[in-house]
Structures are given as structure tokens and as C-alpha cells.
């Protein structure tokens, strides 16, 4: 079993930045891949990004490639969500989730998710 909790959410004008934590318990952190996904008010849950289990790989949605940095600490159980260049529709509730083995992008397939943090951006 995983407990997953995200912090780190808030209000930031447009071209600014936050970083998102996402703390783990339960397993051992680094025996899972670890994703991001976000979902705004009347929209589907949508991929944000994702970190590979064992090499550390990453991934992203096109929308967020180049503004959005994925990272994890495996010694601190914990992820992180570096985003940068902030735009107003980067605007939702971001949520962690981790499965076992390969990064997918489909919300469906992972198992453990946080309870989400909100993050606004205004224009």
C-alpha cells in the first residue's frame, strides 16, 4: 500500500512558478513509477508528466514540455513538480498518483492517489 500526499499548491500570477511536493508512504519509494496528472473544473483528469521507477526517466504532456520538471528523491520519499512560465491554463487540481512498473499516461492504470492540490494562475 502507498499514501500519497501532494502540498505545495496556491495562487501565482501567469509566468511565475511553484514547485509541488508529493510525499510518499507505506513501500519503498523507489520501487514505483510516480506521475503527475491535473484535472480542471469540467475536464477529464490529464497527464501531466511521469518518472520512471528505476532510471529516473521522464515524461510530459506536449503542453507542459519545456515548462514542467519532474524529480524525485528517493532517500526522502518524495516527489517533486517543478513548474515554470506558469500559464492561467495550467489552472486545476494537481494530483500525484505511483504504479508498479512502466510509466503510462492513462489515469486508469495507476493505483495510489494523493487527495490534490489546487493550483490558480491568474492572468
Known amino acids: 500500500q502507498v499514501h500519497l500526499v501532494e502540498s505545495g499548491g496556491g495562487l501565482v500570477q501567469a509566468g511565475g512558478s511553484l514547485r509541488l511536493s508529493c510525499a510518499a508512504s507505506?513501500?519503498?519509494?523507489?520501487?514505483?513509477?510516480m506521475a503527475w496528472f491535473r484535472q480542471a473544473p469540467g475536464k477529464d483528469r490529464e497527464f501531466v508528466g511521469a518518472?520512471?521507477?528505476?532510471?529516473?526517466?521522464?515524461y510530459y504532456a506536449d503542453s507542459v514540455k519545456g515548462r514542467f520538471t519532474i524529480s524525485r528523491d528517493n532517500a526522502k520519499n518524495t516527489g517533486y513538480l517543478q513548474m515554470n512560465s506558469l500559464k492561467p491554463e495550467d489552472t486545476a487540481v494537481y494530483y500525484c498518483?505511483?504504479?508498479?512498473?512502466?510509466?503510462?499516461?492513462?489515469?486508469?492504470?495507476?493505483?495510489?492517489w494523493g487527495q490534490g492540490t489546487q493550483v490558480t494562475v491568474s492572468s
Open positions: 498518483a505511483a504504479k508498479d512498473y512502466s510509466v503510462v499516461r492513462d489515469a486508469k492504470e495507476y493505483n495510489y
Open positions: 518518472i520512471s521507477r528505476r532510471t529516473s526517466n521522464t
Open positions: 507505506g513501500r519503498t519509494f523507489s520501487t514505483y513509477t
